[in-house]
Structure formats: C-alpha cells, structure tokens
C-alpha cells in the first residue's frame, strides 16, 4: 500500500477545525487543513506569528477560510475567554488539534496560574481547551479531538507526588511526563466520550523527530539541544514531514478513536503515518483516571 500523504487527505469543505500553535507543526496542520477546504482558526499566544501563519496560507491557498484567534495555553483564563468566543461566533466544531507545546526550558518556569510550564501549557491548557469547547464540538460533524504526544513519553512518568516538579527539576523529564499525560489524556477522553454519549472520536499522535523550533524556543537557541537541531538538522524531518500523523489521526477514515499514530520507520523517528507503539505506561486506566480528574481540580474545567 502507498504510503499515507496529505493529498490522501479526503475533502474538508464545510469542516471547522481548530489548531492551537502558530509555527511549525501547527502552521502545516493548518495549511494542509485549509488546502482541503477546511474552515481554519489557528489559536496562539502571539498576534504577529499568528497574522504571518494566515498570510502565509493564503498566500499558498488563496481561497482558504483561514483566520487567528488570540489564546496562551498558559493562562487559563485566555482559554476561558477564546472558548466563549468561538461560541459567540461558532455553530458548531468538528475538529480540534491540541498541538501548541513548551519544550525543556532550562530552569523551572509557572505558568499564569501556577503550574510548571510544560505541563501546565502541553497538558493542563489543552485540557481545560477541550472541556471548553466540548459543547461546540458535541454539536459537530463526526467531532474529533486530536492531542499530540511525543516520543518522549515512552520514557515518561507520571509523579502524582510532584507533578509540578516543585522537589526537582529536570528539564526532559517534566517533558516527558507532560507528554505521557497528554497521550493519557487522548485515550481517556474516547473512554469518556464512549461512557457518556459524546461522540467524540479521540485520537494521539507524534511527529517522531521534526525540524521545527520547539527546541530553540524552549531550551534556548545557545542550549546544547538547540546546537543539535542547528548542526545536525539533518536527522530531523521537515515539519510538513512531521505533521503528517497529525493530519492523518485528524482527517483518514481509518484513524480510529483510541488510537495513536505516529512515523513509520527509524523507531517512529520519520517516515509516513502508521500505528505508533504504546508505551505501556500510558495504558494504565487508573492512573488515566486520577490524572482525568486532578487535571478537572487544577484547572477548574469540568466535561
């Protein structure tokens, strides 16, 4: 079988669809999105990055329904306020891509509201993003919630004990906890869309090593990591690369709820869309559970 692109993209026309990052991932998410006809919001923290992502989409795709709305993952009330927005101007959603990521600041950071910053930004925001926006998304057609994880989780843990990592912290392992909880968060969210009549389809996926600025914007363009993706960046696929499992957990018939899709070769560092290996961590239904509801008592965001 030839491998999945975005031309097996299938046709989005009449499709609203959320993407929360401005570069990147996002920006190729939201390109191949609007390609196919979907109505786009790109959703980030900064107003410039965001006009420069619309531009540049329509300037590829000049009949693209593409526009950008104001939201920082790490405020709570941001994702509060961007959600009653969209339901003021929004029937209905039929796709949100929880994408927008920190990555391995060097030193321990908070966010507005107090939560280390990369899982209060990768995790928590999208969480209490997808509980906001779930009565647009119940009214939509076939609704599916994409939350992007990392290869980082197949090493990560979940320290209930310390998940702001106030008693230590180690800039890859609140990376890779923040993944394995957003990874635990698609897969609880199917079951709960299952338990309770939602209709939702959840699905993960992760880009396996991409070419983007994630690294550089977190660690720091000086930071040894930064160096890496700077020197070698050819170990890293392109973005456009990258984002196809995204899109294909996002848009093909075959993506399933529950799933998880990631590349197909290099240990799921680059190549095409396939099933991704599941860190077996990720599949422990309590902890699932616990993290459901914690992350319901942090951010105040009920489903």
């Known amino acids: ?116 910053l990369q899982l209060g930004t990768n995790h928590l925001g999208h969480f209490a993003l997808t509980a906001h926006l779930l009565p647009l998304l119940r009214k939509g057609s076939q609704p599916r919630v994409v939350s992007l994880s990392s290869v980082a989780a197949r090493a990560g843990a979940l320290h209930f004990d310390d998940l702001q990592s106030e008693r230590g912290y180690k800039p890859m392992v609140a990376y890779g906890q923040s993944k394995l909880a957003c990874l635990m968060f698609a897969f609880e969210l199917q079951r709960q869309s299952d338990a309770n009549g939602w209709g939702l389809q959840s699905v993960a996926a992760h880009p396996g090593i991409a070419r983007t600025d994630l690294l550089p914007n977190g660690a720091g363009a000086a930071s040894p990591q930064a160096m890496i993706r700077r020197f070698l960046w050819f170990l890293f696929q392109p973005a456009a690369q990258g984002a196809l499992p995204t899109l294909y957990a996002a848009t093909a018939p075959q993506a399933k709820g529950g799933g998880y899709y990631g590349p197909d070769r290099l240990s799921e560092t680059r190549g095409h869309p396939a099933a991704a290996r599941m860190p077996l961590q990720a599949l422990d239904e309590k902890d699932a559970a616990r993290l459901w509801v914690e992350s319901a008592r942090l951010t105040g965001a009920g489903f």
């Open 1 to 116: 079988m030839a491998p999945w692109t975005a031309s097996d993209i299938p046709p989005q026309t009449g499709r609203a669809a959320v993407v929360t990052g401005t570069g990147g991932l996002g920006f190729h998410d939201a390109l191949a999105l609007a390609r196919a006809g979907a109505r786009v919001i790109i959703a980030g923290r900064n107003p410039q990055k965001g006009a420069a992502a619309v531009e540049a989409i329509r300037r590829s795709v000049p009949a693209a329904e593409v526009s950008f709305e104001p939201v920082d993952l790490a405020s709570l009330e941001t994702i509060k306020a961007f959600a009653a927005r969209l339901r003021t101007t929004q029937g209905s959603l039929d796709l949100l891509i929880n994408n927008a990521a920190v990555m391995a600041p060097p030193r321990r950071e908070l966010t507005v509201d107090g939560f280390e």
